[in-house]
Nanobody, 113 residues
């Protein structure tokens, strides 16, 4: 299992951008799918985006066209570029690996009107 550490969150105005990072331990990173999830207050954790080992990507309809997931296997890091942010994107963002690694602590994203 990988250890995952999310970073890059912060406070941004609507229409702005943020880039989140997920740093992973271990040597199996390149063979795994990586995904981003988010959890807003009073809601369950929901899927945001996924990138597999062949760099195919998948997005939820709510973020498609605004967010881009990517990975750098040499750095054992996955990224989530978030553009055109909306207040409804406010949540704690978590990354997850397909090997069943435990969730990290997440990183807070707050989008103001």
């Amino acid at each position: 299992q990988l250890q995952l550490v999310e970073s890059g969150g912060g406070l941004v105005q609507a229409g702005g951008s943020l880039r989140l990072s997920c740093a992973a331990s271990g040597r199996t990173f390149s063979s795994l799918s990586m995904a981003w999830y988010r959890q807003a207050p009073g809601t369950e954790r929901e899927f945001v985006a996924r990138i597999n080992s062949g760099n195919s990507t998948y997005y939820s309809n709510s973020v498609k066209g605004r967010f881009t997931i990517s990975r750098d296997n040499a750095k054992n890091t996955a990224y989530l570029q978030m553009n055109s942010l909306k207040p409804e994107d406010t949540a704690i963002y978590y990354c997850k690996a397909s090997d069943g690694s435990f969730w990290g602590q997440g990183t807070q994203v707050t989008v103001s009107s």
